[in-house]
């Protein structure tokens, strides 16, 4: 039976912002010598060049005061201007980086943008009389982060990949023997000249009203959907601009599902493969984006509040190509100058109809989609690891955090 201190905030944990140099966010820079860590959720806000006036007292944890943002330094920063605060532990029974873990696993009541440093020292802080064991419980919860972070930089380096591929795979292609076509400065006679610009020569443009007939849409409000399973499927501009990628993969994407009440107003023109669904309304320049429909199988699905179902006239267009393309500059920076409204963002199917397409041969245009659905391949299996150690880390937090059944808890235990 081990034993555990339950101590008051006050008692055991110091507010050291004082020690501190604070950096106005508008002298952040992209680059330099000391990181500067603030109450926002980037975990480096910016630089300085200021590396004299660097927090040294490490490790360290900086909570941000408005945000409740909590963060674990081990090396000098700076501390953004505006509502962060420095941590430390007051006594050298208690290990930082596990008090760290356990603010994590504790958190304050939001109360909006407003100060919340008070609510943190009316809380108590539960630890282990070991010092041996609290550190040992940290390097279990950091391993678990390390692997974390590890996949997310992983994450972030093939987004950066496929971002510098859908730029050169919609406007060189991929010829016959599998590699880009060299630039149009390069090899000019490869490219024609058209109102989207240089593009290859098999390729054809067409306007995306001769390419694709609109059909409609209904408008339920999320009070008309339900996670349960149902008889229609509903795709809705909101999942649309945040939960599905490019391609909706039914067999992989739960639908939400339309309640009873709500089957007569969604209708009866269901999605079929190679479908497109527009989300015509966002809070900012997102507007356009699409998905598109893949794997449907029997199912009956409809377009949804707040979008644009779109399906193409002809056959010929490869699998999932469609939604590599309607997503990527080449097509979406088309509909900037339509989108309208301030603080919501809308573009009509009128305008969408404006736009034109590049169709290339269908066989290149399935090299395409396979080389851009290899890398979210990749992207999928990293954040399958991300999700699956974010649950491990969760529970073991709440495992290792909290005081076993058998432990005896004593008060005061900071001499």
């Known amino acids: 039976m081990g034993k555990w201190v339950k101590d008051g905030f006050d008692s055991v944990v110091r507010d050291d912002t004082h020690n501190g140099t604070k950096i106005p966010a508008v002298e952040y820079m992209r680059s330099g010598a000391c990181p500067i860590i603030d109450q ?4 480096i806000a910016g630089y300085s060049d200021d590396i004299t006036a660097a927090y040294q007292n490490l490790p360290a944890i900086v909570f941000g005061d408005h945000t409740r943002v909590l963060k674990f330094a081990n090396f000098p920063f700076l501390l953004g201007a505006d509502g962060a605060k420095i941590l430390q532990p007051t006594t050298d029974k208690l290990d930082c980086q596990y008090l760290f873990y356990y603010l994590l696993q504790n958190p304050v009541p939001s109360t909006g943008y407003n100060r919340h440093f008070s609510w943190l020292k009316r809380m108590s802080v539960v630890y282990p009389v070991s010092l041996d064991e609290q550190r040992h419980i940290a390097e279990i919860l950091t391993t678990c982060d390390e692997v974390i972070e590890k996949s997310e930089a992983v994450v972030e380096k093939y987004r950066a990949i496929k971002a510098g591929m859908l730029k050169d795979l919609f406007t060189r292609g991929i010829g016959k023997n599998g590699k880009l076509r060299p630039p149009p400065e390069s090899a000019p006679q490869l490219y024609k000249d058209t109102a989207l610009g240089k593009v290859p020569r098999e390729w054809a443009v067409k306007s995306f009203d001769s390419a694709f007939e609109l059909h409609g849409n209904n408008t339920l409000s999320r ?19 945040i939960k599905y990628d490019t391609i909706l993969d039914c067999n992989d994407k739960p639908l939400p599902s339309v309640i009873d009440e709500g089957v007569r107003q969604a209708g009866n023109d269901y999605l079929q493969n190679g479908d497109l669904v527009f989300a015509d309304t966002a809070e900012d320049d997102t507007v356009g984006k699409a998905v598109e429909l893949y794997n449907v199988g029997d199912r009956k699905i409809v377009s949804g509040l707040h979008t644009i179902f779109a399906r193409p006239k002809e056959d010929g267009f490869a699998s999932r190509w469609l939604g590599y393309y309607v997503n990527s500059d080449s097509f979406h920076n088309q509909l900037l100058p339509f989108i309208v409204g301030s603080k919501v963002s809308s573009v009509s199917r009128t305008n969408i109809k404006r736009t034109l397409v590049v169709i290339p041969e269908s ?24 999700a699956k150690y974010r649950k491990v880390k969760a529970g073991l937090m709440a495992r290792l955090l909290t005081p076993p059944p058998d432990a005896e808890i004593v008060d005061g235990g900071v001499e």
Not at 363 to 377: K, P, T
Request: charged content about 25%; aromatic content about 6%.
């Open 40 to 43: 926002g959720q980037d975990f």
């Open 223 to 241: 009070a008309f959907l339900t996670n349960q399973n149902g008889a229609v499927r509903n795709v809705h501009y909101g999942d649309v601009l």
């Open 363 to 386: 066989d290149e245009q399935q090299r395409i989609a396979e080389r851009l659905s290899a890398i979210d391949a990749k992207i999928a299996d990293e954040l399958a690891v991300i």
